[in-house]
Every structure is written in structure tokens, then in C-alpha cells.
């Protein structure tokens, strides 16, 4: 492949090639107007635990201002390592098997950097979380999108996978629980990709950065199937369990050669995670349980009134088993996820994120985030309510 | 099933039966009966608002008064503190650990108000040996909730 510049433009060829997010020109929207209720919003809306803040206070009284090692605190690797053994049964090797990132965002950036030549290709579900496309796009790798459909809850299955893969196809990044449709991949559907995976010789990037907040029991890693630790990297983090966003923590768990390759690049580019986070993940690791444990209860609630609302009022959706999103269709109104989305917003100002921004086997599906009150739910259900009929009634026309 | 009902009852007060099904994915019917049999366990002792009143009108004072008293064979404290219940001015009473016996939540107009009550009813009360008044000057949190909470968040409106 060439990556050769265009005319007189000083921006790269890799660069002008990608593609701003569509969430991006929908916030644009939003921004311009009053009283809107926002279900557009992927982060939680509680407050980081003010333990962890305290414990960030106190250790910058104490004078923690430092950079950390390049791998990040042996602490924080070392109650990493505890953790994912304690919930999964997955050992990994603080010293040589855990890096520390600036949120699972730079490890997906190091992976796919690591992993990729130019012109290999890597499998991404369609729908899926906006970053990977670009990622795989900016390390000169092909995304190579696998579509999952509505009747499947939006999870990936062996026969799509097989049928996307090709000779230069080097790995699959997903997210499970999934960002956008809130779907959950069990035991027995992982391992239908692990087979795959084992047969064609595929690194699997896990983002498991939604495994805390799932809804009826427990999360399953693919990491933790038979065969499959060897040549999945785990992606976690405290951006959503831990309200933690604006942290910037998370880590990357998996084979020594290939954490060895990241932390290479990783000790260049960002030398560490800033040390504030680092200190503020080691508190929720070691003290956040009951936290987390409040907040999915929440969720959990206003899951259940969203969910059904959404249904009773005549948008199907499956039940969302894990992270804080819902997928509902919106084919009944016979409108694009982008026309729905836009004109719901001018009409009612409820703001939703079309489908087709998360990939084209989104189209005809909204992402509506709950994590918001109950209150702003029940009155953006209901302004919806009020925009299907509407609609219905012909009394409002769809924006273009 | 019934630590979820608590636990939105408790933190919210007053929610509808349906509202309740919905949140846990129970029947209303399940909601009222569980509700109904917790009150008539006493379970449930009531239900009441959480007022900040000094961004009101009325007048109001509360002022913890420890009280240190002489036990009584057979029934420790239980007659001083029943004795002490019985009084409108006492808000909440607990028997506790630590240097004094009784911590005793007054409420009342003023300041004199409790003062009065102090002097001429808890302290004279057969039992009692000393009490020590601390006057609530400004309420940060009560009942679980920040009074003077800065709303601070800068989420986006719609992000990724
Ligand atoms: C699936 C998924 N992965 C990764 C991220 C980014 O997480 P972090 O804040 O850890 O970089 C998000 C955030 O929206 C997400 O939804």
C-alpha cells in the first residue's frame, strides 16, 4: 500500500482520510439548544466517589506529583493483576503483562499499532464503539467491518466472523459488554468466537471496559476460555464502573511480546499515566466495591423503566443486558436513524444518537444513554411518546 | 426484593407502588403487599419530608444534648430514656457508647426555648447527673443529603 500526499495539503494521507465521528456534528447540534434532554451522553452522570478524590487529595498533600514508571504504579498492576484473577481466574504477570494507559482509548490506539502493518486487516463489529475504525485506520491497518444484526442482539457469531476474514487478517477488537447497543456476549457465544479466533490465528482485543456494569449475574472474559489468555488482550478500565471518566485510567492485559511492544511506544509517546490517576484507580480498586455495587443498582433501575417505556411506547428493543445504553428500532416510524434522531430533536429536544454513527448495520437503531435520572427518562419518554404521534398524525415532518 | 423497596423508599420517600415495580421488574401488587406487611411489622415507621428549614420562615433550632445518668438495676437506662422520649421537644433519643449515656436531639423555637427545657426538665429529670448541649449552628448533610450541594456537573451532551 502507498500512502502517497495529496497536492499542496500539509495534513497527512492517513489523516484527510479520516472521517470526523458522526457523534461529533450531533453534539454541534445539541449544543445550540435550551432544555434538552440528553440521552446522547456515554458517561456516567454520578460524581467519582469522593473516597477516590480524597485519597487523590491526600497523596498530593503528600507530594505524589512525580511521573511513575513507564508501565505504570507496581501497586495499581499488582491490585490489577489481584482483581482480574479474583473475578475471571486469569493470572497475569504484574512486571511483564500489565500496562497501564491513558484510559482504554490509548490502548486501543497501542494495540493496534503494535499489532498492524500497513495494509493488514482487523475485524471490527458493526455496530461498534466509534474509535476502533479510526484506530485500526491510523495504524495503516484495514477495519474490516463484521455486521450483527437486531435478532442476534447485535452479537457477533462464528459464521460472520469466518466470512470476513482474509488471508491478511490479523485480529478482532470488540467491546463486550457492547457500546452501542448494551448487548452481552455470554460464555457460550464467546466461544464461538474463540474457535474462530483459535482456527485462523487471531489476536482478540477484548474491551471489557462495561464488564462491572452487566445486569444478571456475571461477566464472562473470552480471556478466560480454554486456549484463548495466549492471544487476547484485555481492555478494562475506571472510566464507567468507577464514574471515573476524567481520570484518564485504564490497563491492557495479555501476552509479555505483545504488552512488551506497547509499553515500547507507550514509554515514547506518554511516558506514564498521569500519577493523580493512577492513585485514584489504586483507592477504587482496593475500596470501590461498595460504590460500584450503589451506582449498577441504579442503573439497573432506570434500565428497567427505560427499556420498557421505550416498548410500550412502540420502539422495539431487546433487553440491554449490560453497559448504560438502549438500541431500540425506530423502522416502525419509517424514518433514519438520522432523520429520527434529528427531527426528535428539533421537535422535542430529546437528544439520541443515530444508529448509523456507530456503523451502517446500526441504521434504522438509536443509541439512548440511561445514565440520567429517572425524572429526565420518564420526560424524554414521554416527549418521544408525544413525537410518534405526531408523526403519526402527520403534524410534524422529518428533518433532512 | 425487600432491601430494593427499602432502599428507594429510604432514599426517596414517597414513590408510587407502580413506579417501584418498575424500577425492579416486580408487580405493583408485590410492591403493596411487601409495603404493607414491612408497616405492619414496623418495619416502616413512617414516612415524612426532609425539610432544610432555615431557607424558610419558621423559626427552628435543634441541639444535641449528651446525658450522663445513673443506670438502674434490672433496666439500665430504659426508664430515664422513656421518660425523656415523652417529651415534644425531643426530636430523636439513642443510648449510646462513648462518655455520656443518652444522646438526646433537641428541637425547638430558639435557643432560650431549649435552654428552658434543659434547665428546668431534662437536667432536674431523676437520673440524670449531667448534660452537656451543643447548639446546631449550620447543617452541611442530614439524612444522608448534602444541604448545600454545588451542582458542578460539566458533562457533554453528547459524547462518544
Ligand atoms: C466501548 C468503549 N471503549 C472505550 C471507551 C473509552 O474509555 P476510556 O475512558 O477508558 O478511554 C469507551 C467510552 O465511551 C467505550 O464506550
Redesign the pocket.
Known amino acids: 500500500m502507498t500512502l502517497k500526499r495529496t497536492t499542496q495539503s500539509r495534513i497527512s494521507r492517513t489523516v484527510q482520510d479520516l472521517k470526523p465521528s458522526g457523534i461529533r456534528e450531533f453534539f454541534d447540534l445539541v449544543m445550540g439548544m435550551d432544555d434538552v434532554i440528553s440521552l446522547g451522553v ?2 456516567p452522570d454520578f460524581p467519582t466517589p469522593w473516597r477516590v478524590c480524597d485519597a487523590v487529595i491526600e497523596s498530593l498533600r503528600n507530594g505524589a506529583t512525580s511521573y511513575t514508571s513507564n508501565l505504570g504504579m507496581e501497586e495499581l498492576r499488582v491490585e490489577v493483576a489481584q482483581y482480574l484473577e479474583g473475578k475471571y481466574g486469569v493470572t497475569y504477570d504484574p512486571a511483564s503483562q500489565i500496562l497501564i ?8 490506539d497501542l494495540a493496534m499499532r503494535a499489532l498492524l502493518d500497513p495494509g493488514d486487516d482487523f475485524l471490527i463489529p458493526d455496530p ?5 475504525g479510526p484506530c485500526v485506520e491510523l495504524a495503516h491497518g484495514l477495519p474490516i467491518t463484521v455486521p450483527t444484526h437486531a435478532e442476534d442482539e447485535f452479537r457477533l457469531t462464528a459464521d460472520e466472523l469466518a466470512g470476513a476474514c482474509t488471508e491478511r487478517t490479523r485480529g478482532l477488537l470488540f ?1 463486550n ?4 447497543t448494551g448487548s452481552v456476549m455470554r460464555r457460550e457465544h464467546l466461544a464461538e468466537v474463540a474457535e474462530v479466533a483459535k482456527d485462523r490465528d487471531l489476536v482478540v482485543i477484548s ?1 471489557e ?2 464488564a462491572e456494569l452487566t445486569y444478571d449475574g456475571t461477566h464472562t472474559s473470552i480471556a478466560s476460555l480454554p486456549g484463548m489468555a495466549e492471544r487476547t488482550l484485555l ?6 464502573a468507577d464514574a ?2 476524567g481520570w ?3 490497563y491492557a492485559c495479555g501476552p509479555a511480546e505483545i504488552i512488551e511492544a506497547m509499553t515500547r511506544m507507550h514509554a515514547y509517546t506518554t511516558m506514564c499515566v498521569p500519577i493523580m490517576g493512577q492513585i485514584a484507580a489504586i483507592e477504587a480498586l482496593r475500596r470501590g466495591e461498595d460504590d460500584r455495587a450503589r451506582m449498577v443498582a441504579e442503573y439497573d433501575q432506570r434500565r428497567r423503566v427505560f427499556v420498557n417505556g421505550l416498548n410500550r411506547i412502540g420502539l422495539d428493543c431487546f433487553e440491554p443486558m449490560g ?1 448504560f445504553y438502549a438500541f431500540p428500532s425506530v423502522r416502525s416510524t419509517g424514518l433514519t436513524s438520522e432523520q429520527f434522531a434529528k427531527t426528535l430533536l428539533t421537535d422535542q429536544r430529546v437528544a439520541v444518537v443515530p444508529g448509523n454513527a456507530f456503523g451502517a448495520s446500526g441504521e434504522g437503531h438509536v443509541r439512548c444513554s440511561y445514565a440520567s435520572s429517572i425524572s429526565d427518562l420518564r420526560e424524554a419518554l414521554a416527549r418521544t411518546e408525544t413525537f410518534l404521534e405526531r408523526l403519526d398524525a402527520g403534524e410534524v415532518q422529518p428533518d433532512e | 426484593m425487600q432491601e430494593s423497596i427499602l432502599g428507594i423508599l429510604a432514599g426517596e420517600g414517597r414513590v408510587a407502588d407502580d413506579e417501584i415495580a418498575a424500577r425492579l421488574g416486580i408487580s405493583s401488587d408485590e410492591v403493596a403487599g411487601a409495603i404493607r406487611e414491612m408497616e405492619e411489622q414496623g418495619i416502616i415507621i413512617g414516612y415524612r419530608a426532609l425539610v432544610d428549614w432555615s431557607k424558610t420562615d419558621v423559626e427552628r433550632v435543634y441541639a444535641y444534648i449528651l446525658v450522663e445518668g445513673t443506670p438502674q438495676h434490672g433496666v439500665g437506662f430504659n426508664d430515664l430514656a422513656a421518660h425523656i422520649a415523652r417529651f415534644d421537644e425531643v426530636h430523636s433519643l439513642h443510648l449510646t457508647s462513648g462518655t455520656a449515656d443518652l444522646n438526646v436531639v433537641v428541637e425547638g423555637r430558639d435557643f432560650r426555648e431549649i435552654a428552658r427545657f434543659v434547665a428546668e426538665k431534662l437536667a432536674p429529670s431523676p437520673g440524670v447527673t449531667s448534660t452537656s448541649t451543643s447548639f446546631v449552628l449550620k447543617t452541611y448533610k442530614s439524612e444522608g443529603r448534602l444541604i448545600h450541594e454545588t451542582p458542578s456537573s460539566q458533562r457533554l451532551a453528547v ?2
Open positions: 456515554g458517561e494507559t491513558v484510559g482504554v482509548s490509548e490502548a486501543v461498534c464503539y466509534v474509535s476502533y467491546s459488554p457492547s457500546n452501542p474491551d471496559v462495561y481492555l478494562n478500565g475506571f472510566s464507567k471515573m471518566t484518564r485510567v485504564g453497559a | 459524547s462518544p
